[in-house]
């Protein structure tokens, strides 16, 4: 006699929301002791900032929750993707100070650490979700997104530092001109293949902005990785962008 199956495990109702939402307060929890590890000196406008961004990053997946989550837990995957969030959010605690980063190498080294970590748990949060069967459409957007805010926060830290002109910002905004492209044809929200170019690519770009963060980094050396890792994002999308059009 075979063993009797165990039953499929139910999508997120409201019973799981508790639960869903003990595991945000703990990311809430870690992601306030990270901005008082960073910005307690810069005093309570950067850790406004900081706060005002990870609450927007909750609210805004916890919206996309219910209609794109399959499973009855968030699990593990899902925490790692959260706990990036939070690190980004506080990175972006020297935006609200504009050149500190280039009076303090101490808190600027701090920055290209945290930096450093969240790229490194990039790729975690999916190979997690891959192994404990709790794939979803949440956790890939839920990636993306993390992946453009960070792109984004580093891009415009390197502006505000001067080593590389406005036209850096071009590396966090190409993202979203694609999404508002989308808006006006619609041919442009269909479903792309997988591709371990454009993850590279992501990989590139990211971690060049971070070097340009770096104290010993110069503007000529940061020019030539801004200009490098533009032209390899172009690429990126407008491959994307030719693939999409012949479909």
């Not at 945000?24 to 005093?43: K, P, Q, S, T, Y």
């Not at 993306?144 to 406005?166: R, S, W």
């Not at 971690?207 to 172009?234: E, T």
């Amino acid at each position: 006699m075979e063993p009797a199956r165990e039953p499929a495990p139910p999508p997120l109702t409201p019973g799981n929301v508790p639960g869903v939402l003990a595991v945000f307060l703990a990311l809430g929890l870690v992601h306030l002791a990270f901005v008082g590890l960073v910005g307690h000196r810069l005093g309570g406008g950067a850790v406004a900032l900081a706060v005002a961004m990870f609450a927007a990053v909750l609210i805004v997946a916890g919206a996309s929750l219910r209609a794109h989550y399959p499973h009855p837990r968030l699990g593990l995957c899902n925490a790692v993707t959260q706990l990036r969030a939070a690190l980004v959010a506080v990175i972006a605690v020297p935006l609200a100070a504009p050149g500190v980063l280039e009076v303090e190498p101490g808190l600027a080294w701090s920055v290209v650490s945290l930096a450093a970590l969240a790229l490194a748990l990039d790729g975690l949060d999916g190979w997690l979700a891959r192994r404990a069967g709790l794939v979803s459409d949440f956790g890939a957007r839920f990636d993306i997104e993390v992946d453009a805010l960070f792109a984004l926060t580093l891009a415009l830290l390197v502006a505000q530092g001067g080593k590389v002109g406005l036209w850096v910002l071009a590396l966090g905004v190409l993202r979203y001109a694609f999404v508002a492209g989308a808006r006006i044809w619609p041919w442009l929200a269909a479903p792309l293949p997988e591709s371990r170019a454009r993850k590279l690519v992501c990989v590139i770009q990211i971690a060049s902005l971070i070097a340009m963060l770096a104290p010993p980094v110069g503007g000529g050396v940061a020019v030539s990785l801004a200009a490098a890792s533009l032209a390899l994002l172009i690429w990126s999308f407008g491959r994307d962008v030719a693939w999409l059009a012949r479909r």
